[in-house]
């Protein structure tokens, strides 16, 4: 069957869904990381993926500008999600994925 001929399947998005803070999230899947890599790197990934988690969190609870996301409210849905409270960088790289979301 040529690829002209197979229809793309439609994407569906949950952009626009209100998904509330008080539903506990289900937990995400833990792989090994990659042995052999610099401490710093390990320290890096994970402080991206959490701050990739923030940022989907605060978005889901309606708060999608950067300025809107100060350190405190960012400790706060950390809390609520069930994860440390993460540091100041953590919030900076939070508030920079909002940034680049749009």
Same mark, same amino acid.
Request: glycine share 2%.
């Given at each position: 069957?040529?690829?002209?001929?197979?229809?793309?399947?439609?994407?569906?998005?949950?952009?626009?869904?209100?998904?509330?803070?008080?539903?506990?999230?289900?937990?995400?899947?833990?792989?090994?990381?990659?042995?052999?890599?610099?401490?710093?790197?390990?320290?890096?990934?994970?402080?991206?993926?959490? $701050?990739?988690?923030?940022?989907? $969190?605060?978005?889901?609870?309606?708060?999608?500008?950067?300025?809107?996301?100060?350190?405190?409210?960012? #400790?706060?849905?950390?809390?609520?999600?069930?994860?440390?409270?993460?540091?100041?960088?953590?919030?900076?790289?939070? #508030?920079?994925?909002?940034?680049?979301?749009?």
């Amino acid at each position: 069957m040529p690829a002209a001929a197979t229809k793309p399947k439609p994407i569906r998005s949950t952009a626009r869904r209100a998904v509330p803070l008080d539903l506990p999230y289900a937990p995400v899947e833990k792989r090994p990381l990659p042995p052999g890599r610099p401490r710093e790197w390990y320290i890096t990934h994970n402080r991206r993926l959490k $701050a990739m988690r923030l940022a989907i $969190a605060l978005l889901d609870s309606g708060v999608y500008v950067p300025n809107q996301a100060h350190n405190d409210t960012i #400790r706060s849905t950390a809390e609520q999600i069930g994860v440390h409270p993460p540091s100041d960088t953590t919030c900076h790289m939070v #508030r920079a994925l909002m940034r680049y979301s749009r």
